[in-house]
């Protein structure tokens, strides 16, 4: 049977379950890492979560998200740098060494200047980041996210946006969902391990037709992502973290959560069968 050591699922996936029944059913399946996000950490102590983690055997792979750095006010793009600071709080006291960064736009925005302010807020929690240890890793995303969710839409963008800034403690996070449609996919995979920036990988399916933009992902196999193929190339250029399953799935969710991750985790040792 494939070892789940290097299986990790974000809390989103499961997103009925709060805190400790995902940490509990996690551990119960043989699942090694979890990704946990900022909602599920309201009302409730970040050391106190990474504790109850640990104590079950999970390793905190990282904490999701920071980022939305794009602004039309800089009341407002001040607010997004003091809440990415208290993420950076938030991801030490829990014990994760990373932070998911999707980005932001708006369309009140033109994304050269979006480009601009994502690098500006970058460079202003950088030195917070670095002082607890943490890594940012930018998470670029579908062009179909452009208008108000990530100004950083392609793989070879992020890597552009790491080299100018070219901060040991800044990666990327690549996720096939977001870049698995780009031809030029391959050569900035391995420009971006030659890097050292390829700092976390995450697995899930596109589905035909998606009814929904962001709440129709699929379980490895249900679609039409090459994840087989895409992970070789993301391996060869040296990553050896884990493999993280975020899905976000209003049919999914409507599920008893119990099958929804068994049929995961099924879905992940036929993946790597």
């Not at 996936?13 to 599920?40: D, F, L, M, S």
């Not at 596109?206 to 009814?211: A, G, H, K, N």
């Not at 196999?221 to 493999?243: H, L, N, S, T």
Request: overall charge negative.
């Amino acid at each position: 049977m494939p070892d789940l050591s290097r299986l990790c699922i974000h809390t989103i996936t499961t997103k009925p379950w709060g805190i400790e029944e995902t940490v509990e059913n996690y551990a119960a399946a043989g699942v090694g890492g979890i990704t946990v996000w900022r909602q599920t950490l309201e009302g409730r102590d970040p050391k106190k979560v990474g504790e109850l983690i640990r104590a079950a055997g999970l390793t905190t792979v990282s904490l999701c998200r920071g980022g939305f750095f794009v602004a039309d006010s800089a009341a407002a793009r001040h607010a997004a740098i003091a809440d990415n600071l208290r993420a950076i709080d938030e991801a030490a006291a829990l014990g994760t060494p990373l932070i998911v960064l999707l980005c932001g736009a708006s369309p009140d925005v033109p994304l050269a200047e979006g480009r601009r302010q994502i690098q500006s807020g970058i460079e202003a929690i950088l030195p917070h980041a670095a002082a607890n240890g943490i890594r940012l890793a930018v998470e670029p995303l579908h062009p179909m996210y452009a208008d108000n969710r990530s100004a950083i839409n392609t793989l070879k963008q992020a890597n552009d946006l790491c080299a100018v800034v070219a901060s040991p403690w800044l990666g990327v996070t690549f996720d096939v969902y977001h870049l698995w449609w780009d031809p030029d996919l391959e050569t900035e995979i391995r420009r971006c391990g030659e890097g050292g920036w390829l700092h976390a990988f995450h697995i899930c399916d596109w589905l035909t037709p998606t009814i929904d933009l962001l709440n129709d992902r699929g379980i490895m196999g249900e679609g039409c992502i090459p994840i087989r193929q895409i992970k070789g190339w993301v391996q060869e250029a040296g990553f050896d973290g884990f493999d993280e399953v975020e899905i976000f799935s209003q049919r999914h969710w409507a599920r008893e959560q119990g099958e929804f991750l068994q049929d995961i985790v099924a879905a992940y040792q036929s993946l790597h069968a």
